[in-house]
């Protein structure tokens, strides 16, 4: 646990900066844009263009590995043991209503899973589908 801030992200599609918070503009939802809402409070939070997997595990049950998310908080960097071994990670939540949606992956301390270093989860019990 390194870190007790956490920052307000309007997309993560931006480079990781050191201030506490970054605020970067929202889903613009185009024509033909396919989103995912937090199932709270509708605000979108992902476009299913950045969905790399859809066979994770969450702690709810199903959920989706994702390059890039939006509109969320990202919480304090803490250790801990997931399926596949120890990794550092940040929960993320919604940014409007504070729904915790899943988790970031900050390191993989296995070879195997640095491939997730930078990712996100999504879970889809937290999730909906939105302007499909």
């Known amino acids: 646990m390194s870190s007790s801030s956490s920052s307000i992200s ?3 599609r931006s480079s ?3 201030s506490d918070e970054t ?3 929202l889903l613009s ?10 199932a709270n409070c509708r605000s979108n939070v992902a476009d299913h263009s950045d969905v ?3 066979a994770f595990q969450g702690r709810n049950g199903r959920a989706y ?3 890039g998310v939006d ?3 990202v919480g304090p960097r803490e250790d801990r ?3 596949t071994g120890l990794h550092a990670v940040a929960d993320i939540s919604c940014a409007h209503c504070h729904e915790l949606l899943g988790w970031k992956y900050e390191r993989a301390y296995e070879h195997s899973q640095k491939y997730k270093e930078g990712k996100f989860v999504l879970e889809r019990s937290k999730i909906m589908k939105d302007c499909w």
């Open 29 to 38: 939802g185009g024509a033909g844009a396919r989103l995912y809402s937090c």
């Open 65 to 67: 590995l994702l390059g």
């Open 23 to 25: 605020v970067v503009p």
């Open 81 to 83: 043991h997931l399926m």
């Open 16 to 18: 990781s900066s050191s």
């Open 71 to 73: 509109n969320v908080v």
């Open 10 to 12: 309007g997309s993560s």
């Open 52 to 54: 790399i997997s859809t």
